[in-house]
T-cell receptor
Framework: AQSVTQLDSQVPVFEEAPVELRCNYS??????LFWYVQYPNQGLQLLLK??????LVESINGFEAEFNKSQTSFHLRKPSVHISDTAEYFC????????????FGSGTRLLVRP | DVKVTQSSRYLVKRTGEKVFLECVQD?????MFWYRQDPGLGLRLIYF???????EKGDIPEGYSVSREKKERFSLILESASTNQTSMYLC??????????????FGSGTRLTVV
């Protein structure tokens, strides 16, 4: 069975500082990996995904994540955060062969302070 | 863009009531899902459906049922609401075939309070 672990429930950071949100997964088969973001009072939006190829994937708003197969990790990073990045971030995994089902981590709340 | 619409943003129901949460998507997606979201627990899958009239239990189906009579609509039913079902409910949809790698599209959620 698959599982996703987000060890940090909350990450406070000052504006313009770098941030890393950690995600580790467990699976016996090959997987697709996703990061979703949830802004206050909204549903989840896809931030970025890893399907195959380059292990470094980027989003349009400056976030990036790197797939590390040996460490079974998919950490999310941003070199300089903005107040508007305050949100909850969810890491998710799905099996390649039955990829209609996503398993989510417990989420990390990113709090960006001025 | 795919749109997933949940009929209510906020609901307050009494214990024992039968509750219907409705979800509609407009992109002919085969797969639809119901999750509940609770602080510290993330999203947990209640039920999903991969075709009309087809459904499968997720990780926490107890106390819930679903209905998918038409491809665009997926309903979550609480047969007899209880206070431990107070939560945020999120509906999502996803295409099949090559679309299956595009990820889910989520609705805005329904915050249900059972009193």
């Amino acid at each position: 069975a698959q599982s996703v672990t987000q060890l940090d429930s909350q990450v406070p950071v000052f504006e313009e500082a770098p941030v890393e949100l950690r995600c580790n997964y467990s699976s016996s088969v090959s997987v697709y990996l996703f990061w979703y973001v949830q802004y206050p009072n909204q549903g989840l939006q896809l931030l970025l995904k890893y399907l195959s190829g380059s292990t470094l994937v980027e989003s349009i708003n400056g976030f990036e994540a790197e797939f590390n197969k040996s460490q079974t990790s998919f950490h999310l990073r941003k070199p300089s955060v903005h107040i508007s990045d305050t949100a909850e971030y969810f890491c998710a995994v799905s099996e390649r062969d039955s990829s209609y089902k996503l398993i989510f981590g417990s989420g990390t709340r990113l709090l960006v302070r001025p | 863009d795919v749109k997933v619409t949940q009929s209510s943003r906020y609901l307050v129901k009494r214990t024992g009531e039968k509750v219907f949460l409705e979800c509609v998507q407009d992109m002919d997606h085969e797969n639809m899902f119901w999750y509940r979201q609770d602080p510290g627990l993330g999203l947990r899958l209640i039920y999903f459906s991969y075709d009309v009239k087809m459904k499968e239990k997720g990780d926490i189906p107890e106390g819930y049922s679903v209905s998918r009579e038409k491809k665009e609509r997926f309903s979550l039913i609480l047969e007899s609401a209880s206070t431990n079902q107070t939560s945020m409910y999120l509906c999502a949809s996803k295409g099949g075939g090559d679309d299956r790698v595009k990820g889910y599209t989520f609705g805005s959620g329904t915050r249900l309070t059972v009193v």
